[in-house]
């Protein structure tokens, strides 16, 4: 229910695009996104007990943005916040080729289009796609135009963790 919440509050972020019409998150692909989170969790994922409540709610609006390699990231949930995962809205023209080695990555693209290198492969991205990527995939995101894209690791993303030997 975390995940819908944060999912809602992404809505009044939107932008206008190229052809001034305003791109939103539909109820639709935000259920479905949580959807996939939540099996994704139940597979073998388990949320640490160290949540009193056993829920945790943070405002999208309230979180710090950061530049990263990757471009420019809204930190939602992390690592210290001591959760089994992140949340981060990321926005992305040009990403460092990198890859992972304990962590898992979703992205749920967002807005905008692009091209996405996964090891030896490019794929377009663009708006309600979902990408997997498993730990040790070289991976990069570039598009003129940029791209925004929701990234949710697991576990949750540790800068040491980040490897740019490609």
């Excluded at 135009?145 to 040491?160: D, K, S, Y």
Aim: with cysteine; proline share 5%.
């Amino acid at each position: 229910m975390v995940l819908e919440g944060l999912l809602f509050s992404l809505q009044p972020m939107h932008e206008t695009n190229r052809h001034r019409t305003a791109v939103w998150i539909s109820d639709a692909q935000a259920l479905l996104f949580c959807a996939l989170v939540r099996f994704f969790f139940s597979l073998e994922y388990a949320m640490p007990a160290t949540i009193a409540k056993g829920y945790r709610v943070h405002l999208v609006s309230e979180s710090p943005t950061v530049p990263c390699s990757c471009g420019e990231s809204t930190r939602v949930l992390t690592r210290p916040d001591g959760l089994a995962c992140n949340f981060h809205v990321t926005f992305i023209q040009d990403s460092v080729k990198h890859y992972h080695k304990e962590c898992t990555e979703v992205y749920y693209i967002l807005e905008g289009k692009g091209k996405m290198e996964l090891n030896a492969d490019t794929i377009t991205v663009e708006p309600g796609m979902v990408i997997y990527i498993e730990p040790n995939t070289k991976h990069r995101l570039y598009s003129l135009e940029g791209v925004r894209t929701i990234v949710l690791g697991i576990p949750a993303w540790n800068p040491e963790d980040e490897y740019y030997d490609c």
